[in-house]
């Protein structure tokens, strides 16, 4: 007899904790297959930053507005006789950028870099998985030149400045050249003119 009670007691107890169960059956789910179905991300979600660097100016302004000076730019100005094209809205591209690094470890997805960008190049994107265990992997280096190209801009750009250097030495030279040529000529105008003064000054 208290077999069969226990056994009731059992069963009915078994029934009440899959009522909850049996009622989430009739329910829409709402959790998800993650990661094989991602969830929709709301329109002015904030992600890892992306940056096209077909369009970046180098203007430096995204990286003077971010907070956390997570943003390193260098650059590099263009020599005469290269052409670095134009961005997408008409803006006319003068540097090289040989460095375009976001340290993602430190930003604080802010958005405040985005906004000044002139030719809207930088931009938070739909991407939220980039986990890393290094810290270092969470630079991201933007830059589309090869390490071979940005040494070659500098080196350029460097040999430029030497041999404008080098062609203002040769014409100030030319120029101190000329007026020393030029001096002993005036010398004798004067030594006239002093004659011509002191003729009087003689007769007197
Ligand atoms: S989102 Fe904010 S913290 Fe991140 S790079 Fe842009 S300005 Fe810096
Ligand atoms: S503000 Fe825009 S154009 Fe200027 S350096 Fe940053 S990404 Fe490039």
Not at 8 to 31: C, N, S, Y
Not at 140 to 162: A, S
Request: proline share 5%.
């Amino acid at each position: 007899m208290t077999y069969f009670l226990k056994f009731w007691q059992g069963l009915g107890t078994i029934l009440i904790g899959m009522k909850v169960t049996f009622r989430h059956l009739f329910i829409p789910a709402v959790t998800i297959q993650y990661p094989s179905v991602k969830p929709e991300l709301p329109e002015r979600e904030r992600n890892r930053l992306y940056v096209n660097m077909d369009d970046c100016i180098g203007c430096l302004q995204c990286a003077r507005a971010c907070p956390v000076d997570c943003i390193e730019i260098e650059t590099v100005k263009s020599i005469p006789g290269e052409d670095l094209g134009k961005t997408s809205n008409g803006k006319k591209k003068a540097l090289w950028v040989t460095k375009f690094d976001i340290d993602i470890a430190k930003c604080c997805y802010c958005q405040l870099c985005v906004f000044p960008c002139p030719t809207e190049c930088i931009y938070m994107t739909d991407v939220y998985e980039f986990s890393e265990y290094e810290r270092e992997n969470l630079i991201f280096d933007f830059v589309t030149l090869t390490p071979d190209e940005r040494q070659e801009k500098k080196k350029n750009y460097e040999e430029f400045l030497i041999k404008k250097e080098a062609e203002k030495a040769e014409a100030a030279r030319k120029k101190a050249e000329e007026a020393a040529q030029k001096k002993p000529e005036n010398n004798k105008e004067e030594d006239k003119l002093n004659d011509k003064d002191d003729k009087p000054k003689e007769q007197e």
